[in-house]
């Protein structure tokens, strides 16, 4: 009767030998999308290389569900240049009830109680105004986006006239429409994300070769 | 090997990476267009500068834009963003770049313009150095791409000159 035995054990070391190996494999995937998106983030400078647009106030040159990508070089910020910046929740939401309060702009408003769901939320306007300081590295900037009516003073922190360099995380230089839908829909609707998940890591687990 | 699903993924990988390279392909055929725009400004009035009581000199103009920005659009333009901005030096500052007037450029058919505006933003210094200043004007235009990488350029027009006196 050894030779069951035999058999049953080298089943289970093939068993034990495939879930390993689909746990690897997992694990590559996982890593290499991260050493990707590091390794952007070092080429091009920029915490977060790719951004995609969650409002219309670009329209009609980007709309909501294209992505950019972001370069941040040494060259100094100019007027012009598209550049994403971040604001906190804090003051969209005295933005907010701003709007309320004067009723101004549904549009704008509409646009941003879509996007209030993260820490930080990258605005994508265009530099209008640029004021570079003698003998210092200062740089008084201020933007608008194409579509509004009114330059972004109203957004940025109450009493701030002008954005510094160190408020930019980066300046658009290449454009890819409609790829950034998916994430906007699985940011509206969470479920969907965590099913995608699961389906693609049951199918990387389950896959054979 | 031969499963549904395997094909399935096959193909929308094949697919997802000739469209990744149409898309490159589009892009860089944007290099072999070399375009040729014109631009003329003529400031036409000056109808107000004064100090705000917050020492800052604002001024209001009348312009006059036109420019012939045709040459700009191939097959891979969405659209040509183009915007005047006064550009000054200060003693306190090393450049000054105030947008003046900016206009959005849906397709060919509109890239030859001409217009009689005052300017659109405000024209506000930080401080009050606007009394006879010297500055250009310049006209940017920043290329949409359909898809890909964005293109700009200028054409500066220099020696203007503000009024000596407020009015």
Request: proline fraction near 4%; include cysteine; charged fraction near 20%.
């Given at each position: 009767m050894g030779w069951v035995a035999d058999t049953v054990h080298s089943f289970n070391s093939i068993q034990l030998r495939e879930v390993f190996n689909q746990i690897i494999t997992l694990g590559l995937i996982v890593s290499s999308a991260l050493v990707i998106w590091k390794g952007l983030s070092c080429v091009t400078g920029s915490e977060s290389p790719v951004v995609v647009v969650i409002s219309g106030s670009m329209e009609p040159g980007f709309q909501r569900g294209d992505i950019l990508f972001l370069h941040m070089s040494k060259d100094p910020i100019r007027a012009g240049d598209i550049v994403v910046y971040n604001i906190d929740v804090c003051t969209i939401i005295l933005f907010l009830l701003f709007c309320f309060v004067l009723d101004v702009d549904f549009e704008m408003l509409s646009n941003i109680i879509l996007s209030v769901s993260g820490k930080d939320i990258p605005i994508v306007h265009r530099v209008i105004e640029v004021h570079d300081r003698k003998n210092s590295e200062e740089t008084y900037i201020l933007t608008k986006g194409d579509n509004n009516d009114d330059d972004d003073r109203i957004m940025y922190n109450y009493g701030q006239k002008w954005l510094q360099k160190h408020h930019i995380i980066g300046r658009a230089v290449g454009f890819l429409p409609y790829v950034g839908w998916a994430t906007i829909i699985m940011s509206d609707f969470p479920v969907l994300k965590y099913i995608l998940l699961g389906t693609l890591g049951l199918l990387v687990l389950t896959m054979k070769e | 090997m031969h499963s549904l699903g395997y094909r399935a993924n096959a193909l929308l990988t094949f697919a997802v990476t000739i469209l990744a390279l149409m898309c490159c392909m589009a892009s860089l055929s944007d290099n072999f267009n070399s375009p040729s725009p014109s631009a003329q400004v003529q400031v036409l009035n000056i109808n107000w500068f004064q100090k705000q009581p917050n020492a800052n000199d604002e001024i209001s103009m009348t312009l006059n834009i036109s420019a012939d920005l045709q040459s700009l659009f191939t097959w891979n333009t969405k659209q040509v963003f183009v915007f005047l901005a006064a550009e000054y030096e200060t003693p306190k500052h090393s450049l000054n770049q105030i947008s003046l007037w900016d206009g959005i450029i849906p397709s060919k058919e509109h890239a030859k313009f001409w217009i009689h505006t005052s300017n659109k933003y405000r024209f506000i210094?930080?401080?009050?150095?606007?009394?006879g200043k010297e500055y250009n004007l310049t006209i940017h235009w920043h290329v949409m791409p359909k898809t890909g990488k964005m293109f700009a350029d200028k054409i500066v027009m220099p020696g203007f000159r503000l009024p000596e006196e407020y009015r």
């Amino acid at each position: 009767m050894g030779w069951v035995a035999d058999t049953v054990h080298s089943f289970n070391s093939i068993q034990l030998r495939e879930v390993f190996n689909q746990i690897i494999t997992l694990g590559l995937i996982v890593s290499s999308a991260l050493v990707i998106w590091k390794g952007l983030s070092c080429v091009t400078g920029s915490e977060s290389p790719v951004v995609v647009v969650i409002s219309g106030s670009m329209e009609p040159g980007f709309q909501r569900g294209d992505i950019l990508f972001l370069h941040m070089s040494k060259d100094p910020i100019r007027a012009g240049d598209i550049v994403v910046y971040n604001i906190d929740v804090c003051t969209i939401i005295l933005f907010l009830l701003f709007c309320f309060v004067l009723d101004v702009d549904f549009e704008m408003l509409s646009n941003i109680i879509l996007s209030v769901s993260g820490k930080d939320i990258p605005i994508v306007h265009r530099v209008i105004e640029v004021h570079d300081r003698k003998n210092s590295e200062e740089t008084y900037i201020l933007t608008k986006g194409d579509n509004n009516d009114d330059d972004d003073r109203i957004m940025y922190n109450y009493g701030q006239k002008w954005l510094q360099k160190h408020h930019i995380i980066g300046r658009a230089v290449g454009f890819l429409p409609y790829v950034g839908w998916a994430t906007i829909i699985m940011s509206d609707f969470p479920v969907l994300k965590y099913i995608l998940l699961g389906t693609l890591g049951l199918l990387v687990l389950t896959m054979k070769e | 090997m031969h499963s549904l699903g395997y094909r399935a993924n096959a193909l929308l990988t094949f697919a997802v990476t000739i469209l990744a390279l149409m898309c490159c392909m589009a892009s860089l055929s944007d290099n072999f267009n070399s375009p040729s725009p014109s631009a003329q400004v003529q400031v036409l009035n000056i109808n107000w500068f004064q100090k705000q009581p917050n020492a800052n000199d604002e001024i209001s103009m009348t312009l006059n834009i036109s420019a012939d920005l045709q040459s700009l659009f191939t097959w891979n333009t969405k659209q040509v963003f183009v915007f005047l901005a006064a550009e000054y030096e200060t003693p306190k500052h090393s450049l000054n770049q105030i947008s003046l007037w900016d206009g959005i450029i849906p397709s060919k058919e509109h890239a030859k313009f001409w217009i009689h505006t005052s300017n659109k933003y405000r024209f506000i210094d930080q401080g009050s150095n606007l009394r006879g200043k010297e500055y250009n004007l310049t006209i940017h235009w920043h290329v949409m791409p359909k898809t890909g990488k964005m293109f700009a350029d200028k054409i500066v027009m220099p020696g203007f000159r503000l009024p000596e006196e407020y009015r």
